[in-house]
Antibody, heavy 120, light 106 residues
């Protein structure tokens, strides 16, 4: 079945870096746009970054632009999020989510999430 | 940025009753709107896309309506498993989520 599994979360100091991974299975990964969405403790959902199928385009929310970089490896069926210059306000559960093949579209499914904690 | 506003923030309803959740966009998003359900400790689950199309496996008691800037998620005859937080999301221009409506047992 279609599955997304995130990894790479953990505790990091302010100013530090972390790389999240998302392993996809059960579908043709290269056909789909992919995104990262985060949720701070007790808060709502915030879209973070997007990458198109075959990585022809990518973009991020203003809150992370210039600090976070999304990438994908279609051969490995994997999505990544390189997070640099981390701040306390980046503390959140980070979800990997599958978009749609030909347009932005809705997210389905979502991974189980990986927790990133930024604290000294 | 398109701002999505959900109301109410919390809705208290008895099991077996119906519930109506609202979502408003700051500008038209056409029918490019989705609804998600999230339970504690779980990832969000897609319920509705295209404003009114139920996702695979979603019970018929969930229905969505609206277009442009005003949208509604209606849940008829609430079951115990329906008490959760619900988010709307526009995908007409990038992505933004509403702040969520918590549906709690009365």
């Amino acid at each position: 079945q279609v599955q997304l599994v995130e990894s790479g979360g953990g505790l990091v100091k302010p100013g530090g870096s972390l790389r999240l991974s998302c392993a996809a299975s059960g579908f043709t990964f290269s056909d789909y746009h992919m995104s990262w969405v985060r949720q701070a403790p007790g808060k709502g959902l915030e879209w973070v970054s997007y990458i198109s199928s075959r990585a022809t385009s990518a973009d991020s929310a203003d809150s992370v632009r210039g600090r976070f970089t999304i990438s994908r490896d279609d051969a490995r069926q994997s999505l990544y999020l390189q997070m640099n210059s981390l701040r306390a306000e980046d503390t959140a559960v980070y979800y990997c989510a599958r978009g749609q093949p030909r347009y932005l579209g809705w997210f389905d499914p979502w991974g189980q999430g990986t927790l990133v904690t930024v604290s000294s | 940025e398109i701002v999505m506003t959900q109301s109410p923030a919390t809705l208290s309803v008895s099991p077996g009753q119906g519930a109506t959740l609202s979502c408003r966009a700051s500008q038209s998003v056409s029918s490019n709107l989705a609804w998600y359900q999230q339970k504690p400790g779980q990832a969000p689950r897609l319920l509705i896309y295209g404003a009114s199309t139920r996702a695979t496996g979603i019970p018929a008691r969930f229905s969505g309506s609206g277009s442009g800037t005003e949208f509604t998620l209606t849940i008829s005859s609430l079951q115990s498993e329906d008490f959760a937080v619900y988010y709307c999301q526009q995908y007409n221009y990038w992505y933004t989520f509403g702040q969520g409506t918590k549906l709690e047992i009365k």
